[in-house]
């Protein structure tokens, strides 16, 4: 996938020559969100980890309910875990999008059948739905960077 | 520009196949899994920390 994101990056700075079109924006956050979306899937097991044995010495199961638990693992917790793969399934669907979009603008008849109807008038993107699209995944992505990025520390 | 923009028409082509093949098996564009385009190592991951998670949740009292 980073190939692809590499090339869209190529031809934004190309084709846009700047960041504050929706383009750009849509870009700038296809690129951002790809990295983070890596990061987590690699570091989001350890930081589970971490945070159980924390919660562990923490907490005792004669005297503590599921509910304090789930609290004390917060975004840990195995729900949250569950709303992560939801999130990450939005993102790959609207990268996806973003994706065939460029393509619409570039190469429109290799746009394959099945997502023609993702281009305006046989070649043009709506930016500012996508941009607006990625932002709303992103926004929903971002907790889950922030905590894993403490156990990664970056990397 | 026209061979960037050659190179990124090769590469999105080169990049959709598992997703074209989802949506000939009958796969809607929006019915697209997680699992058509990361790999599935970074998927079990996190299934794996769901699973350690939940293991931990079940100690304590509903």
């Known amino acids: 996938m980073r190939k692809i994101i590499q090339s869209m990056v190529l031809v934004s700075a190309v084709s846009l020559g700047c960041a504050s079109t929706p383009k750009g924006k849509a870009i700038q956050l296809v690129v951002a969100s790809d990295a983070a979306a890596d990061e987590i899937s690699t570091g989001y097991e350890a930081y589970v980890e971490a945070k159980v044995a924390e919660c562990d010495a923490k907490l005792d199961p004669e005297k503590n309910t599921k509910e304090d638990a789930k609290d004390c693992l917060g975004i840990a917790s195995s729900d949250d875990g569950k709303r992560l793969l939801k999130v990450m399934e939005s993102l790959v669907a609207v990268q996806l999008a973003i994706k065939i979009a460029v393509e619409c603008e570039s190469n429109p008849l290799k746009v394959p059948e099945a997502f023609r109807a993702n281009c305006i008038d046989g070649q043009k993107a709506d930016w500012g739905a996508l941009a607006a699209s990625l932002t709303s995944v992103w926004q929903e992505l971002a907790p889950f960077f922030e905590a894993v990025r403490g156990v990664t520390g970056g990397k | ?62």
């Open chain 2, 1 to 62: 520009m026209t061979t960037a923009l050659i190179a990124l028409g090769q590469a999105l082509i080169g990049g959709i196949p598992k997703i074209i093949a989802a949506i000939k098996a009958g796969k809607k564009y929006e019915d697209i899994k997680l699992s058509d385009f990361v790999s599935s190592d970074a998927v079990e991951a996190v299934k794996r920390a769901i699973g350690k998670a939940e293991s931990f949740e079940d100690k304590f009292k509903g």
